[in-house]
């Protein structure tokens, strides 16, 4: 089976540097994904890790150690516009990819 | 631009209807599709892989004779809720990604509310 954990929620000011942390376990890894998701939108895509080390994409940066089986997501100068749910999610082998997602992680970002 | 589209945004119907969602890759074919179902405040928890020309692989505890897919072309996947009650109302979400291109991302619909009286 495949599960993954990450904080329920997290609070930051405009202008701060957030990670969210994701640890999973599964059966076949085949990459991990973060996605954002405002609230009644569909999730869109942030980034994406197949190998260890940190990918850059902007104000968002993710990072992948898959001996830890662990990842972040790490967000800087924070923005009002970036509150929303953070998911983290499993690649797994086969039947063209399927994602697994975590609980999501809720980002409040305050004046 | 969307490179999946998702049909209708929003449904209210009495309890007893069967109600079909479709899912569209633009600009790509897809031979795999995957439905997505959310609670609010929930995760997305996938529901099935659709797969064109065959039939649907689905997750363990979800009914195949209440949410039927079908998958009849490369660009085109429906979900059928069937006979929905109360408790079928959710969010749907539909997602496809490009496996014609190497090392693509999923892209998700704009999904579809679904509100069952």
Known sequence: GQSLEQPSEVTAVEGA???????YQ?????GLSWYQQHDGGAPTFLSYNALDGLEETGRFSSF?????????????????????SYFCAVRGHGQGGKLIFGQGTELSVKP | GAVV?????????????????????LDFQATTMFWYRQFPKQSLMLMATSNEGSKATYEQ?????????NHASLTL??????????????????SARNQGRGNQPQHFGDGTRLSIL
């Open chain 2, 5 to 25: 589209s998702q049909h209708p945004s929003r449904v209210i119907c009495k309890s007893g209807t069967s109600v079909k969602i479709e899912c569209r890759s």
């Open chain 1, 64 to 84: 992948l150690s898959r001996s830890d089986s662990y990842g972040y997501l790490l967000l800087q100068e924070l923005q009002m516009k970036d509150s929303a």
């Open chain 2, 61 to 69: 505890g979800v009914e195949k004779d209440k949410f039927l897919i």
């Open chain 1, 26 to 30: 599964t059966s076949g890894f085949y």
């Open chain 1, 17 to 23: 540097i957030v990670q969210i942390n994701c640890t």
């Open chain 2, 77 to 94: 996947s429906t979900l059928t809720v069937t006979s929905a009650h109360p408790e079928d109302s959710s969010f749907y979400i539909c």
